[in-house]
């Protein structure tokens, strides 16, 4: 199968730092990316459609300015949080749609782990 | 609103028994239905996924699907202790490549 991932897999900062997360699809191209956020014991929410040429989409409530989005190239995606709190402590995984057995199977980065102090 | 809606569990079936794991969904437009197994601190892997109704089987793995009652479940037979996770449904709804996931179910197979 289709394989991606992010980098890095574990981060510690401070508050108020910025953090930036790579997503890559290592062997397939991907003209979207999505990423998700997942606190403890919940489900994954969508946050933001990320297009490759053109802006992202957010979700409602998902601020665009705190969580920048850039798609740099085909095999890349990068998701930077901004000026971080603690409430922005969780557990950020990509994925990137793949033209397999089905038409929007969706494959997942191995996930990044933010903590903010 | 577009939901997707799974019994949080746990769920705790014996080891070798079948598991039987549902999920509703509110969208009548969704067409595309998956299944994720998630284990804990890992991103979620796909186990399954349907589109049309009836059964669709996969080892030890079947999915069941009926869009009258808007309405997918997933049943795994001869339940093993490694099946202890987190199974996530997920519904595409919005455009081809999105999709909408549930608040997943725990299930834990007793040895």
């Known amino acids: 199968g289709a394989v991606v991932s992010q980098h890095p897999s574990r981060v510690i900062c401070k508050s108020g730092t910025s953090v930036k997360i790579e997503c890559r699809s290592l062997?397939?191209?991907?003209?979207?990316m999505f990423w998700y956020r997942q606190f403890p014991k919940k489900s994954l929410m969508l946050m933001a459609t990320?297009?490759?040429?053109?802006?992202?989409?957010?979700e409602q409530g998902v601020e665009k300015d705190k969580f920048l989005i850039n798609h740099a190239s085909l095999t890349l995606s990068t998701l930077t949080v901004t000026s971080a709190h603690p409430e922005d402590s969780s557990f950020y995984i990509c994925?990137?749609?793949?033209?397999?057995?089905?038409?929007?199977?969706?494959?997942f980065g191995p996930g990044t782990r933010l903590t903010v102090l | 609103q577009k939901e997707v809606e799974q019994n949080s569990g746990p769920l705790s079936v014996p080891e070798g028994a079948i598991a039987s794991l549902n999920c509703t969904y509110s969208?009548?437009?969704?067409?595309?239905f998956f299944w994720y197994r998630q284990y804990s601190g890992k991103s979620p892997e796909l186990i399954m996924f349907?589109?049309?109704?009836g059964d669709k089987e996969d080892g030890r793995f079947t999915a069941q699907l009926n869009k009258a009652s808007q309405y997918v479940s997933l049943l795994i037979r001869d339940s093993q202790p490694s099946d202890s996770a987190t199974y996530l449904c997920?519904?595409?709804?919005?455009?081809?490549?999105?999709?909408?996931f549930g608040t997943g179910t725990k299930l834990q197979v007793i040895p």
């Open positions: 994925s990137a749609p793949f033209a397999g057995d089905s038409y929007n199977e969706q494959f």
């Open positions: 062997d397939f191209q991907a003209t979207t």
């Open positions: 990320s297009n490759e040429g053109s802006k992202a989409t957010y």
């Open positions: 969208d009548r437009g969704s067409q595309s």
């Open positions: 349907i589109y049309s109704n």
């Open positions: 997920a519904v595409n709804t919005g455009g081809y490549q999105k999709v909408t």
